[in-house]
Every structure is written in structure tokens, then in C-alpha cells.
């Protein structure tokens, strides 16, 4: 009996159907990016300082300059070490006394400025920048710093129980179903968060989409990886991963153009709500289906496919199954990534590499939004060179192999981080550069794991995966990883 790539090799493994819902589902890639690493824009910090009553009034009838200002009224401009008092803290100075002169006005008081006692910003800041971020907004920064850290922590942490969850949604509901599910419930989080009135439900919207926007990433790709032949899946798959860089570098225009957060967020929300169109766009998976025993749905599927393509579906298609391997059979648990020793050491290996190529991709891009010094040329740059790491991943993976390129792009990655140790800020078009080789580096790396990763495991110990459960892949040419 005929498998499904065994019909797709005769009515097309990357025909005009597949082409169609290949573009199709790459907007979903391309509409992750601003939720993964938005954080970038939405919570820039502004040079800033402690707002002291009295200050603008007495600037203004003095007819000071905004430097003359900052020098009279602001402790701690100098050396880069005191930056935390410009920022954090304010001369316990009453500003409205008529005692005050124009030139140097805390002369009355002290003859030495650091004789002065300091205090809190007890009535907020005023921040150097036109547009606003929810830093600005809910006053993210000196002892309230760290709530700007956990905002992206409750999006991490939505991508881990998430996924824990969406890639059984998937095996039992269907990939369609969980994919029109997650792109409703992150739309709606999404528009929610551009309304939130407070910090608290800031977290709470920004949990919920990561709850589901990693699986709605996932759905996406599990079904155009299900569509195509095996001939086609790798690449595919590069491209599918391709299309997030796409978004990032959309994601740079939007907010330049959009400087504010609200309308930033939801300026890259709303569209999301046209992916509900899939409904009728977008079928469900054959494979799926016939692993649920529904097969004159997915034969129709199949000869829908075939007329898309422009080819005759095959006399045999009526008697369409699923992959005949005897491990089907087996009941798939989490136990079995560590039955035996060869599949103890891939685990083990892959979850660490996995580890590493996150923290450094998403510690690459926080910081350079926090120490670029135009944020949006930076953030282009370093998205730019994502694409010729893509390309180089789609020529070498089946010419070279995978072990090599995954090592030489994480000793590259791994080496531009560490040089950027000991080079100075003030060398900014050098940390630029090596930042950029960094990011490369982990993008190939990054691409050669999601293919190892589903490669070098039996098919069912794959189903009980929950991120990559619900890719078939075949295992062809890989090499054994740490054997």
C-alpha cells in the first residue's frame, strides 16, 4: 500500500500546492519575531534622570540650556561609574526657593556639591526620549529594574509549559485545530497587552502569549514539513526558519516608524487575527489524519493536492496508509530518551546544545539593545546577517554533514562572544562586528539542531517529544552525535 510520500513523489513534492502553503504558513514564522524578541523595542530604557520639583520652572526663568540644566541640577554626570546616581538619585533640594541663582544655584548652599545630601526620585523621572516604552511607562528602572528582566522571563517561561502541552494538542486534536487555537488565544493576549492598565497585567497577557506562540510557531511548522516530500523537508525547513528573520527585520521598520509601545504592539497584534483565515486556506495533515484512522479524509486531501500540482492522482491512492514501522506499535514515553546509552548521551548532548544556542541568541540580541548606540540600525545589522548564515546551513547540510557545522558555527559564535570581553564600549563598530559574526554563528548552529534533533532519534521515541513530536522526518545521512 502507498505511503503519503510515495504519492507525493508522484503528484509532487514541492509543487504549486505546497509552494502556496509554504508562503502561507512562513507568516506565522515571520509574525513570531516581534513576540520573541521584541523586548528590544517595547522595553528600550532612555537615558534618565529623577524629576525634581521646581527644577523646569527655574530652568525656564533662567533660560538654561538643557546641558546648563542637567550640570546645576543632576548628580553624578561624569565618570561612567557614578551613572547610577544621575539616574537614581536627586539632591534633597527645594527648588522653588527665590535663594537660587541662575549661575551654579547650589553655590548658596555648598561649597562643595557632594556635601549635599541625596535622596530618592520619590516623584518619578523624566526620560531623553520622543517616544515611549513600557520602561517609561511603568518606571522599569534603578530598584524597580528587575521587573523589565521578568516581563521577558514570564514570555520563557510561557514557551516551556507551553510546549510542554501544545505538542499533545496537536497529536490529539489535530495540527489545524491547534494551530487556529493558538493564533486566536495570541492575537487576543497580544491586543490585550497593548491595553493593559498596569504592570500586573502587563505579565499576566505577556504569559498567556507565551503560552502559546512558541505552539503556534510549531504548528506551522509541523504542517508545511507534512506537506512535502522528503526530498524537500530540510530545506523547507531552513526556509520556514528563514521567514522569523524576515520578521525581525519588518520588526525594525515598524518601530522606527511607531516609537511607541501601544501602538507598536498593536500595530504587530492585529494582523495576527487574519491567520484565522487558515480555516479555509489551509487543510489538515494527511499524516495526522491517517494516523487517526481517518482516511478518505485525508485521500481527499491527497487528490486535492494532486489537482493543485496539476497532476492525475494515482490509481492507487484509495489505498493510502500510514508508514509501516513496527516501533508504531510501542507505547512512547519521556522514559525512552534515556533507555539506552547511545540515546542517553543524544539527549543529554542536544538538550545542551539547545541550552546554549538560546541563551546566546536571545543574550546576543538584549545586548545590543542595551548598549547600541542607535538601536535600530544595530538591530538591522545584526538581523541582516542571519540570511547568509541560513544560506550557508542549505549548502552544507547535505555536502559536509551535520557534526562539522554545528561545531565550527558554535566555536564561531563562541569566540565572538568571549573576544567581546575585552574590547572596549567605546569601540562600538567592533562589538558591532563581532557581534554580528556571534549572531551568525548561532543561526547556523541553531539551524543544524532542529534538523539533528529530529534525525537522530527512532521515529517513536520523536512522537513523545513534545516540541518535535509532530514532525516526520526521515532519518537519512545523519551522522551519530557524540558516539
Known amino acids: 500500500m502507498p505511503t503519503v510520500d510515495d504519492i507525493l513523489e508522484q503528484v509532487g513534492e514541492f509543487g504549486w500546492f505546497q509552494k ?14 516581534p513576540i520573541c524578541v521584541g523586548i528590544v523595542f517595547l522595553g528600550f530604557t532612555p537615558d534618565h534622570r529623577c524629576q ?5 520652572e527655574l530652568s ?5 540650556s538643557p546641558a546648563e540644566e542637567l550640570n546645576y541640577t543632576v548628580p553624578g554626570l561624569g565618570p561612567a561609574d557614578e551613572a547610577f546616581l544621575s539616574q537614581c538619585r536627586r539632591y534633597e533640594v527645594d527648588w522653588n526657593q527665590s535663594a537660587l541663582s541662575c549661575v551654579d544655584p547650589l553655590a548658596s548652599l555648598a561649597t562643595n556639591r ?13 526620560y531623553d526620549t520622543p517616544g515611549s516604552s513600557i520602561v517609561t511607562e511603568f518606571n522599569l528602572v534603578c530598584a524597580d529594574s528587575w521587573k523589565l528582566d521578568l516581563f521577558q522571563a514570564c514570555l520563557n517561561a510561557g514557551f516551556l509549559f507551553g510546549s510542554l502541552g501544545i505538542g499533545y494538542v496537536a497529536d490529539r486534536f489535530g495540527r489545524k485545530l491547534c494551530l487556529l487555537g493558538t493564533v486566536l488565544v495570541n492575537a487576543v493576549s497580544g491586543v490585550l497587552m497593548a491595553f493593559a492598565p498596569n504592570y500586573i497585567s502587563l505579565l499576566l497577557f505577556r504569559l498567556l502569549q507565551g503560552l502559546v506562540s512558541k505552539g503556534n510557531w510549531m504548528a506551522g511548522y509541523t504542517l508545511i514539513t507534512e506537506f512535502v516530500g522528503s526530498g524537500s523537508r530540510r530545506t523547507v525547513a531552513i526556509m520556514y526558519q528563514m521567514a522569523f528573520t524576515v520578521g525581525l527585520v519588518a520588526l525594525t521598520g515598524l518601530a522606527y516608524v511607531l516609537p511607541h509601545w501601544r501602538w507598536l504592539q498593536l500595530a504587530v497584534s492585529l494582523p495576527t487575527f487574519l491567520f484565522l483565515l487558515y480555516y479555509w486556506c489551509v487543510p489538515e495533515s494527511p499524516r495526522w489524519l491517517l494516523s487517526q484512522k481517518r482516511n478518505t479524509q485525508a485521500i481527499k486531501i491527497m487528490d486535492h493536492i494532486a489537482q493543485k500540482n496539476g497532476k492525475l492522482p494515482p490509481a492507487d491512492l484509495k489505498m493510502l496508509s500510514l ?17 539506552t546509552p547511545r540515546l542517553r548521551k543524544r539527549t543529554f548532548i542536544l538538550m545542551y546544545l539547545w541550552f546554549t544556542a538560546s541563551v546566546l541568541y536571545q543574550g546576543l540580541i538584549l545586548h545590543m539593545g542595551a548598549t547600541s548606540g542607535n538601536v535600530y540600525l544595530d538591530f538591522l545589522y545584526s538581523a541582516l546577517v542571519e540570511f547568509p548564515g541560513a544560506f550557508i546551513t542549505l549548502i552544507t547540510i547535505d555536502r559536509v554533514g551535520r557534526i562539522y557545522p554545528t561545531a565550527v558555527s558554535n566555536l564561531l559564535a ?3 562572544c568571549l573576544v567581546m570581553i575585552f574590547i572596549s564600549p567605546e569601540l562600538h563598530w567592533l562589538n558591532i562586528i563581532l557581534m554580528c559574526v556571534g549572531r551568525m554563528g548561532i543561526t547556523i548552529a541553531f539551524q543544524m539542531i532542529c534538523l539533528v534533533n529530529a534525525e537522530l532519534y527512532p521515529t517513536f521515541v520523536r512522537k513523545a517529544k ?3 513530536n509532530t514532525i516526520y ?10 558516539t
Open 466 to 468: 513534545p516540541k518535535e
Open 114 to 126: 557632594s556635601y549635599l545630601p541625596l535622596g530618592p526620585c520619590q516623584d518619578g523621572w523624566v
Open 323 to 339: 508508514e509501516e514501522d513496527v516501533t508504531e506499535k510501542l507505547s512512547p514515553s519521556f522514559a525512552d530518551l534515556f533507555r
Open 60 to 64: 525656564q526663568r533662567c533660560g538654561w
Open 414 to 416: 563562541g569566540a565572538a
Open 20 to 33: 502556496q502553503a509554504f508562503l502561507t504558513l512562513s507568516l506565522l514564522s515571520a509574525a513570531f519575531a
Open 52 to 56: 525634581s520639583p521646581g527644577v523646569a
Open 473 to 482: 522526518l526521515e532519518v537519512q545521512t545523519s551522522e551519530p552525535l557524540g
